[in-house]
């Protein structure tokens, strides 16, 4: 995989009364892979606001941590059959917020990487909706080829 590359995430949350939620992000960012993980960072805009989001994801086959600097503040990670729990600083204030991961699948083909993450997200020791992640990191050349 190369060091530039393309980084797609959809997330989408079961909400309850069968509501949902789901966003997807595309943008640029950069690969690195060291002792058995796998290293993404990329940059995030909000509408609206200024300034921007540092994105860091660690990965490896069981596990994905992810990093959020600038106008949020969190270290999240996702370990399949445990909870984990941090604090998402905001602009508006800061969270609890509750994971556990039921699934982490990673496929690494060497060309592209493939991660689907099922967790159960609490805020403020409510359980607020269960959720998938979807990611998809290939490199920039690849992307381009397909396009």
Do not use: W
């Not at 290293?39 to 509408?47: A, S």
């Not at 060497?110 to 805020?123: F, M, P, Q």
């Amino acid at each position: 995989m190369t060091e530039e590359v393309l980084v797609s995430i959809r997330g989408l949350q079961l909400l309850a009364q069968d509501e949902q939620d789901e966003v997807e992000v595309v943008t640029g960012g950069s690969y690195l892979y060291r002792d058995g993980r796998h290293y993404i960072r990329y940059e995030e805009v909000v509408e609206g606001m200024d300034g921007t989001i540092c994105n860091l994801i660690r990965l490896d086959e069981h596990r994905m941590e992810v990093t959020k600097s600038g106008l949020t503040n969190v270290h999240m990670v996702f370990e399949k059959d445990k909870k984990n729990v941090t604090y998402y600083e905001t602009p508006f204030g800061n969270l609890r917020v509750g994971i556990a991961a039921t699934n982490i699948d990673v496929k690494d083909t060497g060309k592209r990487i493939d991660v689907t993450v099922h967790y159960a997200l609490d805020i403020n020791y409510e359980h607020l909706a269960d959720c998938t992640i979807n990611m998809q990191v290939r490199s920039k050349e690849e992307a381009l080829m397909l396009s």
